[in-house]
C-alpha cells in the first residue's frame, strides 16, 4: 500500500511531467513558427517522453493501492527570443525536474517505501540523460552564434531524432 505522503508527491510530479510535456509542445510549437522544423521534431519527440514519464507514474501509484489525481496544468510560455534561449529554458527546466525527482527518492528513503525507491531509480537515471542532452545542444548553439549554416545543420540533425518507447530498465 502506497503510503499518503508518497501519493500526494507522486501525484504532484505527474502533474510536473505533463507540464513538462506542455512546455516542450509549446516550444514546438515556437520552432514551427519560426520554420525550424528539425528543432520542433526534436521539442514533440521530447513531449512524448514526458507524456510516458507521466504515466509510468500515474500508472505505479494505481498499481500500488493508491489514486491517481489530475489537477490543472499550468499555462507554458509562447514565445522566446532565440533557439538558444529556448535550449537554456530546457536545460533549467530538466535541472528543476532533476530536483524534483531526487526529493521524490528521499521521501521514499525517508518513508523506508523500497518500492517506490526502486520505481524512481528509473527516473532519476533518466534525468543524467535528460540534462546531458539539453546541455549538449545548448553548448552546440552557443558555440555557433552567429553562423546560420551552422544552425541550419543542427536543425536538420535534431529532425532525425524518433520518439522510441522507453523501457523500465531504460535499455
Known sequence: MLNQKMEKALN?????????????LAMNAYFESVSLSGF???????????????????????????RATLKAIDKPPVQWKSTLAVFEDVSRHEQKVTSLINDLASLAIELKDHASHSFLKWFVDEQVEE?????????????????????YMLDQALGQRVFAMPTTTGE
Open 40 to 66: 520542433a521534431n526534436w521539442m514533440r519527440v521530447q513531449a512524448q517522453e514526458e507524456m510516458v514519464h507521466a504515466m509510468k507514474i500515474y500508472d505505479y501509484v494505481n498499481e500500488r493501492g493508491g
Open 12 to 24: 504532484e510530479q505527474v502533474n510536473a511531467e505533463m507540464y513538462s510535456a506542455y512546455l516542450y
Open 131 to 151: 540534462e546531458k542532452s539539453a546541455d549538449e545542444i545548448v553548448q552546440k548553439l552557443k558555440l555557433m552564434e552567429g553562423a546560420p549554416g551552422a544552425l
